[in-house]
């Protein structure tokens, strides 16, 4: 079994800047993908970013160029750097894995933490 448990969230104005961190414990998940979802207020969680074991990562459209997913497999940790926030960016940040190696759906996804809000004011 694998717990993960997300941390980092707060509140920020646009155009600051947040680190979010997942931290995976239970099992190693060197060999997953890791990847962050993101649910806002009356919509469906969605996905954000990903990384794989080999560390190719794949980005939701609107947050490229602002958003760095990556990972450290010595701490089973995955990090994701966000930039630039706007506040279309305010939901609750979720971090996700999967043996499947690149999947942007949801259903694909074996274990979830237990997320972290991010609200951003304008």
């Known amino acids: 079994q694998v717990q993960l448990v997300e941390s980092g969230g707060g509140l920020v104005q646009a155009g600051d800047s947040l680190r979010l961190s997942c931290a995976a414990s239970g099992r190693t998940v060197s060999r997953y993908t890791r990847a962050w979802f993101r649910q806002a207020p009356g919509k469906e969680r969605e996905f954000v970013a990903l990384v794989t074991w080999s560390s190719y990562t794949y980005y939701l459209e609107s947050v490229k160029g602002r958003f760095t997913i990556s990972r450290d497999n010595a701490k089973n940790t995955i990090y994701l750097q966000m930039n630039r926030l706007k506040p279309e960016d305010t939901a609750v940040y979720y971090c996700?894995?999967?043996?499947?190696?690149?999947?942007?759906?949801?259903?694909?996804?074996?274990?979830w933490g237990q997320g972290t809000q991010v609200t951003v004011s304008s």
């Open positions: 996700a894995a999967t043996r499947v190696e690149t999947s942007t759906m949801l259903t694909e996804y074996d274990y």
